[in-house]
């Protein structure tokens, strides 16, 4: 297995992906892309370009002709609230970090962004190939701006897998449930 691994930091407030928008022209069905998720998917896509650029070529070349599927991890560093939300325990608001336990929805913030990063990379091409990942959405402490953190790598063979995802196939295959307590 090729062994690299590439992390951007796009300094730009995470968005999103939004509902299509679907319209009737010339009485055919037409649905297109939301005209904030369009721009924050191209704004992103753009700085991935530029980031990417700034990478050894060497490094770069070896990345574009990775084939097969691939591990990405997002981090969503959202803008915190003036005030406490009310889904935000005492303890947990004082925190420098803390989770961003409200709408939008974790999943679509996730699509946006596997979208953006798909069209900026040459050697990946579709989001379909993103078969393994983790992501986290935080509220950002005072001092550090919104932004979206993206971390690519090949997925490890199967023979090699994160230990998380080995407790999941064993609840495949096994059936029932567990708790740890």
């Known amino acids: ?21 679907a319209s009737v022209q010339g009485g055919r069905a037409r649905v297109r892309k939301a005209a904030s998720t369009r721009r924050y998917e191209d704004a992103v896509s753009a ?26 991890d997002f981090g969503f560093f959202l803008p915190r609230p003036k005030s406490r939300p009310d ?3 005492r303890e947990a608001w004082i925190q420098r970090w803390v989770f961003a336990g409200s709408k939008p929805d974790w999943d679509n913030y996730v699509k946006s962004a596997q979208d953006a990063l798909a ?10 190939r993103f078969v393994l990942g983790q992501s986290v959405k935080l509220l950002c402490p005072a001092g550090v ?8 790598r090949p997925a490890p063979p199967t023979d090699a897998l994160p230990l998380w995802v080995e407790r999941l196939i064993d609840t495949a295959e096994e059936g029932g449930a567990w708790c740890r307590g």
Do not use: Q, Y
Request: glycine share 6%; net charge neutral; charged share 20%.
């Open 145 to 152: 701006d919104p932004c979206l953190v993206v971390r690519v």
């Open 1 to 21: 297995m090729v062994s690299i691994m590439i992390t951007f930091r796009i300094d730009i407030c995470p968005v999103p992906k939004a509902a299509p928008r």
């Open 87 to 89: 889904w935000c325990g």
């Open 47 to 72: 700085s991935i370009r530029a980031l990417f650029a700034g990478i050894d070529p060497a490094l770069r070349a070896r990345f574009n002709e990775l084939a097969g599927v691939f591990a990405v």
């Open 119 to 128: 069209t900026a990379l040459d050697g990946v091409s579709d989001d379909a």
